[in-house]
């Protein structure tokens, strides 16, 4: 199974800052690498896939980057509705697998 | 425009078998490449996928789950059904399904259903 390590576990910032956020696979998911945004009480939304691609209507402050093991979320300049929890997930093995999460937090 | 909905018990108790219901539109699947992933997640805890069924009827499952886990589609319904034995509290958690294609490389799940909440308690 491939294991999923997000990092950090929790981001302190403030709106208008730029967030990276870190995916870390256990074995090479070449560019089979999705992200989720959750906000409270509210349902996964995917926001990249493929690793870099962003799906349709999110906005363009949102960027995903790598490939094999290493991967980067990143938000260029923090809105207050992108304050919430974001996974990552892989898709180049079974099973599939998610990250355990990064809180992104209002400091 | 696509959407999915979960149904079924919101309270079992400890050892019985758990029936979800995902009802969808905007998509058939029985269209090439069209899958439908059951996905669940503990109170304040992270994503776990659970199983995924796709237009040809490959089903694939947690390891962890599989001995427990049954999932079945009705296509002329545009239904997924999700069957889970021997519930016990540590299963408690909210129950998503969600649409995937593998038109695209990681074949993410997009969109998800509202979810639905189910306790496990005698």
């Known amino acids: 199974e491939i294991v999923l390590t997000q990092s950090p576990a929790t981001l302190s910032l403030s709106p208008g800052e730029r967030a990276t956020l870190s995916c870390r696979a256990s074995q090479s998911v070449s560019i089979y690498l999705a992200w989720y945004q959750q906000k409270p009480g509210q349902t996964p939304r995917l926001l990249i896939y493929d690793a870099s691609n962003r799906a349709t209507g999110i906005p363009a402050r949102f960027s995903g980057s790598g490939s094999g093991t290493d991967f980067t979320l990143t938000i260029s300049s923090l809105e207050p509705e992108d304050f919430a929890v974001y996974y990552c997930q892989q898709r180049s093995n079974w099973p599939l697998t998610f990250g355990q999460g990064t809180k992104v937090e209002i400091k | 425009q696509i959407t999915l909905k979960e149904s079924g018990p919101t309270l079992v108790k400890p050892t019985q078998t758990l029936t979800l219901t995902c009802t969808f539109s905007g998509f058939s699947l029985s269209t090439s490449g069209v899958g439908v992933g059951w996905i669940r997640q503990p109170p304040g805890k992270a994503l776990e996928w659970l199983a995924l069924?796709?237009?040809?009827?490959?089903?694939r499952y947690s390891p962890s789950l599989k001995s427990r886990l049954t999932i079945t589609k009705d296509t002329s319904k545009n239904q997924v059904v999700l069957t889970m034995t021997n519930m016990d509290p540590v299963d408690t958690a909210t129950y998503y399904c969600a649409n995937s294609h593998t038109k695209y490389s990681s074949s993410p799940f997009d969109p998800w259903g509202q979810g639905t909440l189910v306790t496990v308690s005698s």
């Open positions: 069924i796709y237009w040809n009827d490959d089903k």
